[in-house]
Nanobody, 125 residues
């Protein structure tokens, strides 16, 4: 049973930084895509960034130039470095994974097979 465990959330002031981590335990797929989504109350879950074992990555326009996603294949861990945080980045952040290469359809939350429990990020002005 694949489990995704996130860590690294917290509260920061605008302009600050946080680094989220997500470890995929019991993950045996040789090829996979891992990503981050975020959600605020009353809104749909939205894609933030994703990356696959082939090295392909993509970012939401709202975070380009501020967030960086990276993947440690040996440790089955995906990171999200978040810099220049804004109050509008406040959300519950979820890690996701699936046993396929990422592609344009990865922006849909229904495409992903596994989800973490979420970690809260709060940015104050």
């Amino acid at each position: 049973q694949v489990r995704l465990v996130e860590s690294g959330g917290g509260s920061v002031q605008a302009g600050g930084s946080l680094r989220l981590s997500c470890v995929a335990s019991e993950y045996t797929h040789g090829t996979y895509c891992m990503g981050w989504f975020r959600q605020t109350p009353g809104k749909e879950r939205e894609g933030v960034a994703f990356i696959d074992t082939a090295g392909s990555d993509d970012y939401a326009d709202s975070v380009k130039g501020r967030f960086t996603i990276s993947l440690d294949n040996a440790e089955k861990t995906v990171y999200l470095q978040m810099n220049s945080l804004k109050p509008e980045d406040t959300a519950m952040y979820y890690c996701a994974a699936t046993g396929y290469d990422c592609y344009s359809g990865s922006w849909s939350s229904t495409w992903w097979e596994y989800w973490g429990q979420g970690t809260q990020v709060t940015v104050s002005s």
